[in-house]
């Protein structure tokens, strides 16, 4: 079960302890880290997964006394940056920051370079709301009016997400298998683009989440319309939103997350070491500050819970995917 990141500091230290009393672990404990980390992000500059990574880099740069780089390799829905991860040398030099793709995307891909045995997990960092928008375009700002009127009408709507396989576009799709509504997927290269398209009127509809959109309706351009967050628990930036529980929808929750991992064989004094220096990370005033502002909801774990999350989470999701019809792409 994950928990917030203030709850879990005492078990951290002991996972560490623990891992520094293996064989050879003290002189890995002593000498990690030597150089700079790479903090790899599988999406473009700008999108939640980005600022995150940008927010945690200083403060593990000054809690380690390395650099700590950011280094962005979006495109093919994460594939791209998780695949360089999975063949990086297993030494903690190299680290993934990932989205759900990392237990999604088997079963909306055919032919992946890379396998989730591919790595080590290291702590969940953050999860957040996603909600379904209306765009410039739209010709409807409802979401039980847009639910009738796509079935009235399959060829005249659509919606994007950052990708195939996020959770965005699973939770459209599952509404769509359910009989909620009929509307065409497009899928973009992470939530970046899909705003631009979205914003432009070029897509009428988008699912992301609220750091990807929130400045569009706080500026006051009332350019977007929120019309549901796919989950069962009302987002605090957005209070008049429904929900689709409140909708009448139940048994679907998508909320977005963001973990670390790294290449598996990473020895576990590692692993141990760059967890407890994400959440000490983390847990630093002024990151919980900013998360807040950019509506990320801080969390933590230890590699082992992490780990059982992420199985849990591809069960969850495969189970709905494969319910809903959706097919590997």
Same mark, same amino acid.
Request: aromatic share 8%; with cysteine.
């Given at each position: 079960?994950?928990?917030?990141?203030?709850?879990?500091?005492?078990?951290?230290?002991?996972?560490?302890? @623990?891992?520094?009393?293996?064989?050879?672990?003290?002189?890995?404990?002593?000498?990690?880290?030597?150089?700079?980390?790479?903090?790899?992000?599988?999406?473009?500059?700008?999108?939640?997964?980005?600022?995150?990574?940008?927010?945690?880099?200083?403060?593990?740069?000054?809690?380690?006394?390395?650099?700590?780089?950011?280094?962005?390799?979006?495109?093919?829905?994460?594939?791209?940056?998780?695949?360089?991860?999975?063949?990086?040398?297993?030494?903690?030099?190299?680290?993934?920051?990932?989205?759900?793709?990392?237990?999604?995307?088997?079963?909306?891909?055919?032919?992946?370079?890379?396998?989730?045995?591919?790595?080590?997990?290291?702590?969940?960092?953050?999860?957040?709301?996603?909600?379904?928008?209306?765009?410039?375009?739209?010709?409807?700002?409802?979401?039980?009016?847009?639910?009738?009127?796509?079935?009235?009408?399959?060829?005249?709507?659509?919606?994007?997400?950052?990708?195939?396989?996020?959770?965005?576009?699973?939770?459209?799709?599952? @509404?769509?298998?359910?009989?909620?509504?009929?509307?065409?997927?497009?899928?973009?290269?992470?939530?970046?683009?899909?705003?631009?398209?979205?914003?432009?009127? =070029?897509?009428?509809?988008?699912?992301?989440?609220?750091?990807?959109?929130?400045? =569009?309706?706080?500026?006051?351009?009332?350019?977007?319309?929120?019309?549901?967050?796919?989950?069962?628990?009302?987002?605090?930036?957005?209070?008049?939103?429904?929900?689709?529980?409140?909708?009448?929808?139940?048994?679907?929750?998508?909320?977005?997350?963001?973990?670390?991992?790294?290449?598996?064989?990473?020895?576990?004094?590692?692993?141990?070491? @760059?967890?407890?220096?994400?959440?000490?990370?983390?847990?630093?005033?002024?990151?919980?500050?900013?998360?807040?502002?950019?509506?990320?909801?801080?969390?933590?774990?230890?590699?082992?819970?992490?780990?059982?999350?992420?199985?849990?989470?591809?069960?969850?999701?495969?189970?709905?995917?494969?319910?809903?019809?959706?097919?590997?792409?």
């Amino acid at each position: 079960m994950l928990v917030p990141v203030r709850s879990i500091r005492r078990r951290v230290w002991c996972v560490a302890a @623990l891992a520094l009393a293996l064989p050879g672990a003290v002189a890995w404990a002593q000498d990690f880290p030597t150089r700079s980390i790479t903090l790899v992000v599988p999406y473009p500059p700008g999108s939640a997964t980005d600022i995150l990574a940008r927010l945690l880099a200083p403060k593990l740069s000054e809690s380690t006394k390395q650099n700590v780089i950011v280094e962005n390799r979006g495109g093919a829905s994460t594939n791209l940056g998780t695949e360089h991860v999975a063949r990086a040398a297993p030494d903690g030099y190299t680290v993934l920051i990932q989205a759900p793709n990392i237990a999604t995307n088997d079963f909306a891909f055919k032919n992946l370079r890379w396998k989730r045995d591919d790595f080590a997990p290291v702590s969940v960092l953050v999860r957040w709301s996603n909600v379904l928008l209306a765009g410039p375009s739209a010709p409807v700002r409802d979401f039980k009016q847009l639910a009738a009127a796509s079935k009235a009408n399959p060829a005249g709507y659509n919606y994007g997400s950052p990708g195939v396989g996020s959770l965005s576009h699973l939770a459209i799709e599952i @509404l769509k298998q359910r009989g909620h509504m009929t509307i065409q997927h497009v899928s973009f290269t992470g939530p970046g683009p899909m705003m631009t398209s979205l914003l432009g009127g =070029h897509i009428q509809y988008g699912a992301t989440n609220p750091a990807n959109f929130m400045s =569009h309706i706080r500026e006051g351009k009332h350019r977007l319309t929120p019309l549901a967050v796919l989950g069962s628990q009302r987002e605090p930036a957005l209070p008049d939103v429904p929900t689709l529980a409140e909708l009448g929808i139940t048994g679907l929750e998508s909320y977005g997350w963001l973990g670390v991992l790294v290449p598996a064989r990473t020895p576990p004094p590692v692993v141990a070491r @760059l967890n407890a220096e994400f959440l000490k990370a983390l847990r630093a005033p002024d990151v919980q500050e900013r998360l807040k502002a950019s509506f990320l909801e801080p969390w933590g774990s230890t590699p082992e819970e992490f780990g059982r999350f992420i199985e849990s989470e591809h069960k969850k999701w495969g189970d709905a995917a494969r319910a809903a019809g959706i097919q590997p792409e």
